[in-house]
Structure formats: structure tokens, C-alpha cells
């Protein structure tokens, strides 16, 4: 067991460029694998959830070029480019990966295993299971289709309409990924509101996409609207971004500078939230860069309060919850989290190891069934031994919130933050100054 042991700095001072969008970055190699012509990924994420997806596609007979770290070139192979592997594809640590490649794979004429780390394959599955078979894939997995590995044998898919029950992208993105290879139109209602990269990419491309308010509609590829290669520039993660924001926001002497965020309204939840709880907060240089609006945020020490965090914020923070937590916990008065339910099917059940962590950095925190209620108070946090429990979100929560605990904090299993966040440390490192 590996640990890494952290003490509070007298003052936080930088500009952190934070790696790529996650969710960005498997999209752009998953849908050009699947193009015609080859695109040019600049700004890749090399973190390892994203470096599965390459892993998997590869497998699938795609040539990825790797021109630097975080530079790639895929030669896509077309729709119906894809070759049978010649073994199990592993999806590492990433539910992303396993479930738009289950839903690309569905309407694929062979066979394919998709499995995970043991996080992963704990992770429940019937959510996308349930529809592709509705669609007519073949699929099936451990706990009756509901726990990857997941075996799935390729054919005929039909669209049609499903209303989504849960704001899920992951959910979103394997239907339409699984209509692209459909006879029939497929339209999405319901619960539609959660990232929406895979129309935007999608529509980028030339699908034939029509996004409303209330429903998604897909039409079946034909040969004038077959997906063509897509050259990008990948914004920065503002799921990443968020421990810098939340960092500046609780230490007393610090300004933190995030240059070239994503700032997606659907992926912008978190800041809302740290403006409603009184955060000094400047976005500035706003930009498109391709199909998704970008800025820089400044951010610089604040004084906190609770709030609630609920309804539909939730999809448009969801990742950025265990670190919000943190930032309840040195605000004052009481912060709600609600409505979250989906917490608990994340590479931890967030809502119990958030709690469990903040609590014994001395932290009130009291879990609920979907979400968790904080009595906040700055200065309350003492340093202690934690452990990541491999949840790369959870390991930079903790040492965020040892940036401003009393004492030394022990985190247990750090290398997990290079899933989504590879550089985090040295970046951690260099914002700190002694005053
Ligand atoms: O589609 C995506 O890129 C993601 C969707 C979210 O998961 P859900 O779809 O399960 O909400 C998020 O938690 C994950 O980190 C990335
Ligand atoms: C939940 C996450 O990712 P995934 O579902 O892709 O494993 C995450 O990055 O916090």
C-alpha cells in the first residue's frame, strides 16, 4: 500500500492548465474509429480511463497513431469497420468505455467481451442491457445481464422510442451509439438533460441528430450522413478543474487560475454551486473551441456557506460531488445534497466513502439514501489516514481537503488519481507556497 502524507500550506498561488475533458476525449476516439477519413485529437486526456478506450478500439482492429502524450491521430475505419478481437477488451477502471462500446458493439455482426477492474464489473449494467435488448442486441452478463463481463454477440438493431429513467450520458450515448447501426429512427425522452458531448460530437460529425427540449431523435446513417472524421481541440475537464476551484474557495490565502475549461452547460453545475455559496469566482475569456463554449475561472479565497444541492443540478455536478462535499464542510451552516442516488453506482459508492472520509477528518456529515447532509464549519477539518480506495475522485477530494486541515493527512492508494487526472501531484505541489 502506497500513501502519500500532506500538510496544509500557508498560501495556494497558480495557473493549473488541467488535463483534457474526459468525456470528450473517449468520445473522440470512439466516434472517429468508427468515421470515415482520419482526425487529429489534440489536447488527448493520456489518463487511464481514456487510454482503455484507445486500448479497446485498437483491439477492434482501429489504427490509433499516438504523435505525442496528448496527441493522437485515429485512422477511422467506417461504420462496420470494426473486426472481431481476438480477446476479452478490457475497459480498465471506466464505465464510459464499457458502456458506449457495448452500445457501438450491439449492432456489430460478431462477438465481443467487454470486462473491467473489479470496481468496474461491480458496477450495475441492466441500464443499458435492458434497452439494447429492447433494440434486439444480444447481450448478456454475470447477475443476469447485470454485471459486466458482458458477452455480446452482434446483429440486426431496430430504433424506436425509450424514455430514459435516469440522467445518464452513459445510458444516452450507448443507444444512439447502438441506433447509428439501426434500421429505424431511435428518439430518447425522459430524462435526456445529462451531458450532451455525444449529440454535439455526433452533429459535428454529420449525423443526421435532432436535439429539442424534450427528446433526442437519431436518424439511421445513409451514405450522405455517415459519420466523417472529426479533427478536435479537447477542452479542459472541468470535472478535474473543480478541486483547483474548490482549493482557492476554503484556504484563506490562495488564487487559482484554470485557463481553457469546458464549460458546457451541462457540465457547469459545479460552479453554479460554489457561486450560491458565495465563492469569489471570475470566468473570463469565454470562447467556442469546436462544438463546446470554453473560459478561464479564476477563483480566490472565499467565505462559504451551505446550500442545497439537488433536482436537476445533480447530472450537471455529478462527479464533482465528493469534492463539493468538501467544500460544504468548510462552509457554514448546513449544505443538502439530494437526488443522487446514482453516487452509489460510481467507482465507489460515493455517498458512503464521502462520508465516511469527512467524518473522520472530523467533519459532521450524515448519509441519506440519496445523498448526504454536511454541517459545515471552516477550520473543522483534522488531518488523518485515508484511503482512495483506487476511487480517483475520492484521492483528490482528500487532498484538497488536507490543503486546509490541522495536522497531517495520510491518503492511501494516490495513484489512483491518474484515471482521470494524470500530473494531479505535481501539479498539487507546485501551487504551494510557504509564507
Ligand atoms: O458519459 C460520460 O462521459 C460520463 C457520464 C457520467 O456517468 P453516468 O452516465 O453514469 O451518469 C459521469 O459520471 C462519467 O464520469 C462520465
Ligand atoms: C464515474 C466516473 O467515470 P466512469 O463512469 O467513466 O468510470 C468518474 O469519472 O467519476
Given at each position: 500500500?502506497?500513501?502519500?502524507?500532506?500538510?496544509?500550506?500557508?498560501?495556494?498561488?497558480?495557473?493549473?492548465?488541467?488535463?483534457?475533458?474526459?468525456?470528450?476525449?473517449?468520445?473522440?476516439?470512439?466516434?472517429?474509429?468508427?468515421?470515415?477519413g482520419s482526425a487529429h485529437i489534440a489536447n488527448f486526456l493520456p489518463g487511464a480511463d481514456c487510454l482503455s478506450t484507445v486500448a479497446c478500439v485498437r483491439g477492434l482492429g482501429v489504427?490509433?497513431?499516438?504523435?505525442?502524450?496528448?496527441?493522437?491521430?485515429?485512422?477511422?475505419?467506417?461504420?462496420?469497420?470494426?473486426?472481431?478481437?481476438?480477446?476479452?477488451?478490457?475497459?480498465?477502471?471506466?464505465?464510459?468505455?464499457?458502456?458506449?462500446?457495448?452500445?457501438?458493439?450491439?449492432?456489430?455482426?460478431?462477438?465481443?467481451?467487454?470486462?473491467?477492474?473489479?470496481?468496474?464489473?461491480?458496477?450495475?449494467?441492466?441500464?443499458?442491457?435492458?434497452?439494447?435488448?429492447?433494440?434486439?442486441?444480444?447481450?448478456?452478463?454475470?447477475?443476469?445481464?447485470?454485471?459486466?463481463?458482458?458477452?455480446?454477440?452482434?446483429?440486426?438493431?431496430?430504433?424506436?422510442?425509450?424514455?430514459?429513467?435516469?440522467?445518464?450520458?452513459?445510458?444516452?450515448?450507448a443507444l444512439l451509439l447502438a441506433a447509428l447501426s439501426a434500421d429505424s429512427p431511435i428518439t430518447l425522452t425522459g430524462r435526456i438533460d445529462s451531458r450532451d458531448h455525444t449529440e454535439?460530437?455526433?452533429?459535428?460529425?454529420?449525423?443526421?441528430?435532432?436535439?429539442?427540449?424534450?427528446?433526442?431523435?437519431?436518424?439511421?446513417?445513409?451514405?450522405?450522413?455517415?459519420?466523417?472524421?472529426?479533427?478536435?481541440?479537447?477542452?479542459?475537464?472541468?470535472?478535474?478543474?473543480?478541486?483547483?476551484?474548490?482549493?482557492?474557495?476554503?484556504?484563506?490565502?490562495?488564487?487559482?487560475?484554470?485557463?481553457?475549461?469546458?464549460?458546457?452547460?451541462?457540465?457547469?453545475?459545479?460552479?453554479?454551486?460554489?457561486?450560491?455559496?458565495?465563492?469569489?469566482?471570475?470566468?473570463?475569456?469565454?470562447?467556442?473551441?469546436?462544438?463546446?463554449?470554453?473560459?478561464?475561472?479564476?477563483?480566490?479565497?472565499?467565505?462559504?456557506?451551505?446550500?442545497?444541492?439537488?433536482?436537476?443540478?445533480?447530472?450537471?455536478?455529478?462527479?464533482?460531488?465528493?469534492?463539493?462535499?468538501?467544500?460544504?464542510?468548510?462552509?457554514?451552516?448546513?449544505?443538502?445534497?439530494?437526488?443522487?442516488?446514482?453516487?452509489?453506482?460510481?467507482?465507489?459508492?460515493?455517498?458512503?466513502?464521502?462520508?465516511?472520509?469527512?467524518?473522520?477528518?472530523?467533519?459532521?456529515?450524515?448519509?441519506?439514501?440519496?445523498?448526504?447532509?454536511?454541517?459545515?464549519?471552516?477550520?473543522?477539518?483534522?488531518?488523518?489516514?485515508?484511503?482512495?480506495?483506487?476511487?480517483h475522485r475520492l484521492a483528490m477530494a482528500w487532498a484538497i481537503a488536507a490543503l486546509v486541515a490541522r495536522g497531517e493527512t495520510t491518503i492511501l492508494e494516490p495513484a489512483a488519481a491518474?484515471?482521470?487526472?494524470?500530473?494531479?501531484?505535481?501539479?498539487?505541489?507546485?501551487?504551494?507556497?510557504?509564507?
Amino acid at each position: 500500500m502506497t500513501g502519500i502524507t500532506l500538510t496544509a500550506p500557508g498560501r495556494l498561488r497558480g495557473v493549473i492548465q488541467v488535463p483534457g475533458d474526459k468525456s470528450i476525449s473517449h468520445r473522440a476516439v470512439l466516434f472517429n474509429a468508427i468515421a470515415t477519413g482520419s482526425a487529429h485529437i489534440a489536447n488527448f486526456l493520456p489518463g487511464a480511463d481514456c487510454l482503455s478506450t484507445v486500448a479497446c478500439v485498437r483491439g477492434l482492429g482501429v489504427t490509433v497513431e499516438q504523435l505525442g502524450e496528448r496527441e493522437l491521430v485515429v485512422h477511422g475505419a467506417g461504420l462496420g469497420g470494426f473486426r472481431e478481437p481476438a480477446d476479452v477488451l478490457d475497459c480498465g477502471n471506466s464505465g464510459t468505455t464499457l458502456r458506449l462500446l457495448a452500445g457501438l458493439l450491439a449492432g456489430q455482426p460478431f462477438f465481443t467481451v467487454l470486462t473491467g477492474d473489479a470496481s468496474l464489473r461491480s458496477r450495475p449494467q441492466r441500464r443499458i442491457v435492458v434497452p439494447l435488448r429492447a433494440m434486439g442486441a444480444q447481450i448478456d452478463g454475470r447477475a443476469e445481464g447485470d454485471r459486466a463481463p458482458l458477452a455480446i454477440r452482434g446483429g440486426a438493431l431496430r430504433g424506436g422510442h425509450y424514455e430514459l429513467p435516469i440522467a445518464s450520458a452513459q445510458v444516452k450515448s450507448a443507444l444512439l451509439l447502438a441506433a447509428l447501426s439501426a434500421d429505424s429512427p431511435i428518439t430518447l425522452t425522459g430524462r435526456i438533460d445529462s451531458r450532451d458531448h455525444t449529440e454535439r460530437m455526433l452533429a459535428a460529425m454529420g449525423l443526421d441528430i435532432t436535439v429539442a427540449a424534450e427528446q433526442i431523435t437519431l436518424r439511421p446513417p445513409t451514405a450522405a450522413t455517415a459519420p466523417a472524421a472529426l479533427s478536435l481541440r479537447v477542452p479542459g475537464d472541468p470535472s478535474s478543474a473543480a478541486f483547483w476551484w474548490v482549493a482557492a474557495a476554503i484556504h484563506p490565502d490562495a488564487e487559482l487560475v484554470t485557463p481553457g475549461v469546458c464549460l458546457n452547460p451541462t457540465r457547469t453545475g459545479a460552479l453554479d454551486v460554489l457561486r450560491a455559496m458565495g465563492a469569489a469566482i471570475e470566468v473570463v475569456n469565454e470562447r467556442l473551441e469546436g462544438s463546446e463554449p470554453v473560459g478561464d475561472v479564476v477563483v480566490r479565497s472565499s467565505t462559504l456557506r451551505g446550500t442545497t444541492i439537488a433536482g436537476a443540478l445533480i447530472p450537471r455536478l455529478i462527479d464533482e460531488i465528493p469534492i463539493l462535499a468538501v467544500a460544504a464542510a468548510c462552509a457554514d451552516g448546513e449544505t443538502v445534497i439530494r437526488d443522487a442516488h446514482e453516487l452509489r453506482a460510481k467507482e465507489t459508492d460515493r455517498i458512503a466513502t464521502v462520508a465516511a472520509g469527512l467524518s473522520a477528518m472530523g467533519a459532521l456529515v450524515e448519509p441519506t439514501a440519496d445523498g448526504m447532509v454536511i454541517t459545515g464549519r471552516p477550520g473543522q477539518l483534522h488531518g488523518t489516514t485515508l484511503d482512495s480506495y483506487h476511487d480517483h475522485r475520492l484521492a483528490m477530494a482528500w487532498a484538497i481537503a488536507a490543503l486546509v486541515a490541522r495536522g497531517e493527512t495520510t491518503i492511501l492508494e494516490p495513484a489512483a488519481a491518474a484515471v482521470s487526472y494524470p500530473g494531479f501531484w505535481q501539479a498539487l505541489a507546485a501551487v504551494q507556497e510557504t509564507v
